[in-house]
Protein backbone atom coordinates (compact mmCIF):
# COMPACT_ATOMS: atom_id res chain seq x y z
CA UNK A 1 0.00 0.00 0.00
CA UNK A 2 1.51 3.42 -0.51
CA UNK A 3 0.83 6.53 1.52
CA UNK A 4 1.14 10.32 1.11
CA UNK A 5 3.62 11.71 3.36
CA UNK A 6 5.33 15.26 4.30
CA UNK A 7 8.51 15.25 2.02
CA UNK A 8 9.76 18.57 2.61
CA UNK A 9 8.29 21.63 4.28
CA UNK A 10 9.65 25.57 4.33
CA UNK A 11 8.13 26.61 7.43
CA UNK A 12 7.09 30.41 8.22
CA UNK A 13 8.53 32.47 5.22
CA UNK A 14 7.30 35.96 4.14
CA UNK A 15 5.35 36.31 0.76
CA UNK A 16 7.15 38.72 -0.78
CA UNK A 17 5.12 39.57 -3.70
CA UNK A 18 1.74 38.47 -5.69
CA UNK A 19 1.68 39.03 -9.44
CA UNK A 20 -1.81 38.28 -10.74
CA UNK A 21 -0.97 38.83 -14.34
CA UNK A 22 1.49 35.71 -14.53
CA UNK A 23 0.80 32.20 -15.90
CA UNK A 24 0.83 30.61 -12.27
CA UNK A 25 2.98 28.90 -9.63
CA UNK A 26 5.12 30.14 -6.56
CA UNK A 27 8.71 31.68 -7.16
CA UNK A 28 10.90 30.50 -4.29
CA UNK A 29 14.57 31.56 -3.63
CA UNK A 30 16.59 28.41 -4.65
CA UNK A 31 19.00 28.27 -1.77
CA UNK A 32 15.72 27.56 0.21
CA UNK A 33 14.28 25.63 -3.14
CA UNK A 34 18.32 23.38 -2.43
CA UNK A 35 17.39 23.30 1.47
CA UNK A 36 14.22 22.09 2.08
CA UNK A 37 14.39 19.53 -1.64
CA UNK A 38 12.17 20.87 -3.58
CA UNK A 39 12.03 20.98 -7.15
CA UNK A 40 11.25 23.16 -10.02
CA UNK A 41 7.96 22.09 -11.17
CA UNK A 42 7.53 19.92 -8.11
CA UNK A 43 3.92 20.34 -6.95
CA UNK A 44 3.63 22.17 -3.35
CA UNK A 45 0.84 23.13 -0.82
CA UNK A 46 0.79 26.60 0.41
CA UNK A 47 -1.02 27.26 4.08
CA UNK A 48 -1.58 30.81 4.55
CA UNK A 49 -0.80 31.37 8.02
CA UNK A 50 -2.24 35.21 7.79
CA UNK A 51 -5.64 34.49 6.28
CA UNK A 52 -5.96 30.25 6.30
CA UNK A 53 -6.47 30.06 2.93
CA UNK A 54 -4.50 27.08 1.62
CA UNK A 55 -4.17 26.01 -2.36
CA UNK A 56 -1.46 24.02 -4.21
CA UNK A 57 0.34 25.08 -7.71
CA UNK A 58 3.86 24.05 -8.76
CA UNK A 59 7.53 25.62 -7.97
CA UNK A 60 9.61 27.84 -9.93
CA UNK A 61 13.08 28.71 -9.16
CA UNK A 62 13.79 32.39 -7.68
CA UNK A 63 17.17 34.21 -8.01
CA UNK A 64 19.52 32.65 -5.29
CA UNK A 65 19.99 34.14 -2.46
CA UNK A 66 17.20 37.09 -2.81
CA UNK A 67 15.05 35.63 -0.26
CA UNK A 68 12.21 35.86 -2.95
CA UNK A 69 8.56 34.16 -2.55
CA UNK A 70 6.21 35.43 -5.03
CA UNK A 71 2.90 33.98 -5.46
CA UNK A 72 1.65 34.29 -8.87
CA UNK A 73 -1.42 33.88 -11.37
CA UNK A 74 -4.77 33.29 -9.58
CA UNK A 75 -3.01 32.15 -6.28
CA UNK A 76 -2.45 36.14 -5.60
CA UNK A 77 -6.00 36.53 -4.51
CA UNK A 78 -5.12 33.68 -1.61
CA UNK A 79 -1.87 35.59 -0.64
CA UNK A 80 -0.61 39.09 -0.92
CA UNK A 81 3.19 40.62 0.08
CA UNK A 82 3.63 40.44 3.81
CA UNK A 83 1.87 37.25 4.42
CA UNK A 84 3.53 34.46 6.46
CA UNK A 85 3.20 31.05 4.74
CA UNK A 86 3.83 27.63 5.39
CA UNK A 87 5.32 25.64 2.08
CA UNK A 88 4.54 22.02 1.75
CA UNK A 89 5.32 19.04 -0.25
CA UNK A 90 4.43 15.45 -0.25
CA UNK A 91 5.50 11.92 -1.82
CA UNK A 92 3.94 8.74 -2.18
CA UNK A 93 5.96 5.88 -0.36
CA UNK A 94 5.45 1.85 0.57
CA UNK A 95 4.15 1.65 4.12
CA UNK A 96 7.50 0.35 5.46
CA UNK A 97 9.65 3.33 3.91
CA UNK A 98 6.98 5.80 5.12
CA UNK A 99 7.86 4.60 8.84
CA UNK A 100 11.69 5.46 8.63
CA UNK A 101 10.91 8.41 6.63
CA UNK A 102 12.39 12.12 8.24
CA UNK A 103 11.11 15.10 5.74
CA UNK A 104 13.00 17.75 5.36
CA UNK A 105 12.18 20.81 7.38
CA UNK A 106 14.16 24.24 7.47
CA UNK A 107 12.77 27.49 9.84
CA UNK A 108 14.27 30.27 7.31
CA UNK A 109 14.51 34.02 9.10
CA UNK A 110 13.68 37.10 7.19
CA UNK A 111 13.52 34.71 3.94
CA UNK A 112 17.30 33.46 4.42
CA UNK A 113 18.48 30.03 5.43
CA UNK A 114 20.26 30.81 9.15
CA UNK A 115 23.83 29.80 8.83
CA UNK A 116 25.80 28.61 5.36
CA UNK A 117 23.61 28.36 2.34
CA UNK A 118 23.52 25.15 0.35
CA UNK A 119 25.71 25.63 -2.50
CA UNK A 120 22.92 25.71 -5.84
CA UNK A 121 23.58 23.73 -8.76
CA UNK A 122 24.76 24.58 -12.05
CA UNK A 123 21.96 24.98 -14.45
Known amino acids: MLVNVLK ?3 HRVTVTEANLDYIGSITI ?3 LMVA ?6 EQVDIYNITNGERFHTYVI ?3 PGSGIIGINGAAAHKAHAGDLIIIASYA ?5 EAREWHPTVI ?3 DN ?3 G ?3 QVPES
Open 92 to 96: MMEME
Open 29 to 31: DEE
Open 36 to 41: ANIIEN
Open 8 to 10: SKI
Open 107 to 109: FPQ
Open 116 to 118: VPP
Open 112 to 114: KLV
Open 61 to 63: KGE
